[in-house]
């Protein structure tokens, strides 16, 4: 089959459904609300799909200093991956039901450990069931996958590295809600606002009413005008815990500007460290 790389109607993943290479995996969660996502699954998913969980399977443990999703081990999560029938051949069609904020991630760790076949379903399971496509409820059984990471360490900014840069060597795009990045509400960290020099776009302005991405072409015009000057290599993408992110970098890999980084750590980790400067209010002129 013809690779999928970013996004995949629900339509194509259908008719792809029977490919012996393809693996769907279902990574529906709910923050509030850790074990939602697994019982939704059990109750109804796309035929065949495997469940990892956000913070069991596709998160690291949280410790001192690190945010609230650190990256998993790169090795660990390999074996993940393979309990999943994932291996370096697959063709992986990732879900989620909230506009591809939770499947993006998976997508970036599959890029991350060198693995180009991954797509995020466009639309979620709202447009596969609302296609009428079959679901299946229970667990599922699939035979393991030999996955062997390669990592790419160029992906990712460290906090080490956004406390040194200068004015103009960094591009960081906050993708929190306006309101959270202003300082003006902050309802799951301890602390308000944003890093010094941060320029702001929710990552909800990349799908459209919808949840759906919004076309390739609105995309590439929106994302010029944010990148203005600096190549998407001089950008990094942040968030609350470096999940949002995630959409955001796949935004701009369908808009043929791929190349910015992401802060992993991002906002819960910026502030475990109080010597870390913090910013609140409009954004000076």
């Not at 993943?13 to 709910?30: E, M, N, P, Q, W």
């Not at 390999?78 to 591809?100: F, K, M, P, T």
């Amino acid at each position: 089959m013809d690779g999928y790389s970013t996004v995949v109607s629900a339509a194509n993943g259908y008719a792809r459904l029977r490919d012996t290479d393809l693996r769907v995996i279902d990574v529906r969660f709910r923050l509030a609300a850790p074990d939602a996502g697994r019982r939704m699954y059990l109750a109804g998913h796309v035929p065949g799909a495997a469940y990892l969980h956000l913070e069991d399977d596709l998160s690291g443990p949280t410790g001192a200093g690190t945010g609230r999703h650190p990256l998993p081990d790169a090795q660990l999560l390999a074996h993940r991956l393979e309990r999943s029938g994932i291996d370096n051949n697959s063709q992986v069609i990732v879900y989620d039901d909230a506009g591809g904020a939770i499947a993006a991630r998976l997508w970036w760790l599959l890029r991350w450990l060198g693995h180009e076949k991954v797509a995020v379903m466009n639309g979620g399971y709202q447009a596969w069931v609302n296609a009428g496509y079959p679901v299946c409820a229970g667990e599922e059984t699939c035979s393991s996958g030999s996955f062997v990471p390669c990592a790419q360490t160029d992906m990712i900014v460290e906090t080490r590295e956004i406390e040194s840069i200068g004015d103009g060597d960094l591009m960081l795009i906050d993708v929190r809600e306006r309101v959270r990045f202003l300082g003006a509400s902050e309802p799951i960290d301890p602390v308000a606002g944003r890093i010094p020099g941060a320029v702001n776009h929710c990552y909800l302005d990349d799908l459209d009413a919808d949840r759906f991405f919004r076309e390739t072409g609105d995309l590439r015009r929106r994302w010029q005008d944010i990148l203005g000057d600096h190549p998407p290599k001089a950008a990094a993408c942040m968030c609350g815990s470096g999940v949002t992110a995630c959409l955001t970098l796949l935004a701009m890999e369908m808009a043929g500007l791929g190349g910015a980084r992401l802060y992993a750590g991002s906002w819960s980790e910026w502030i475990t460290d109080r010597r870390r400067p913090v910013t609140t209010g409009p954004e000076r002129s």
